[in-house]
């Protein structure tokens, strides 16, 4: 089945700094990757969806500033958390439909934490 | 607005019973649905997926979607301890796969020994 790789799994930063997140599909191509943002004890919102060679399209109250979002490729996605603050503290999550399955499939997480 | 509703729960049910779980979600021309297993500190497992009006099966689980009452649940059968997990359902309101999911809340269930 498809497999999407995410890394780093954990990272802890200190505020002011930047973070990057990787996340890549491993055998399949994706067009469209998505980015989620899961705060404890609360569901996954959609912050961005990136399109492969062209913008990412922010939801709504996404900083397109602060997290800045890059898909050079069809295999690989990156999030970066520009100036990080304790509240961007939260496990970022990646995804990737897969036109063959019609699935999302989902990396394995990031969790950041800023201090 | 696109909203996912569903009991936050906690479910506690059986070991060996059936656990139900219910998602209702705002948008009537939604095209898929989805259910994920989530635990503690974990990224969202698929479970499974269901398009149309109806029930699909897949080993213990069995979807069930309800378009006209905007309905999709879950059932497991013969539920074990290692069920014990956050279940996420989530939509594609607007089809294919150029739109990422809308999630509820999650159902935390607990299957008791």
């Known amino acids: 089945g498809a497999v999407v790789s995410q890394h780093p799994s954990w990272v802890i930063c200190k505020s002011g700094t930047s973070v990057k997140i990787e996340c890549r599909s491993l055998?399949?191509?994706?067009?469209?990757m998505f980015w989620y943002r899961q705060f404890p004890k609360q569901s996954l919102m959609l912050m961005a969806t990136?399109?492969?060679?062209?913008?990412?399209?922010?939801e709504q109250g996404v900083e397109k500033d602060k997290f800045l979002i890059n898909h050079a490729s069809l295999t690989l996605s990156t999030l970066t958390v520009t100036s990080a603050h304790p509240e961007d503290s939260s496990f970022y999550i990646c995804s990737a439909y897969d036109r063959v399955d019609y699935g999302y499939t989902f990396g394995s997480g990031t969790r950041l934490t800023v201090v | 607005q696109k909203e996912v509703e569903q009991n936050s729960g906690p479910l506690s049910v059986p070991e060996g019973a059936i656990a139900s779980l219910n998602c209702t979600y705002s948008d009537r021309v939604s095209q898929s649905f989805f259910w994920y297993r989530q635990y503690s500190g974990k990224s969202p497992e698929l479970i499974m997926s269901i398009y149309s009006n109806g029930d699909k099966e897949d080993g213990r689980f069995t979807a069930q979607l309800n378009k006209a009452s905007q309905y999709v649940s879950l059932l497991i059968r013969d539920s074990q301890p290692s069920d014990s997990a956050t279940y996420l359902c989530?939509?594609?309101?607007?089809?294919?796969?150029?739109?990422?999911?809308?999630f509820g809340k999650g159902t935390h269930l607990i299957i008791q020994p």
């Open positions: 990136s399109n492969e060679g062209s913008k990412a399209t922010y």
């Open positions: 055998d399949f191509q994706a067009t469209t």
């Open positions: 989530a939509v594609n309101f607007e089809g294919g796969g150029a739109d990422g999911l809308t």
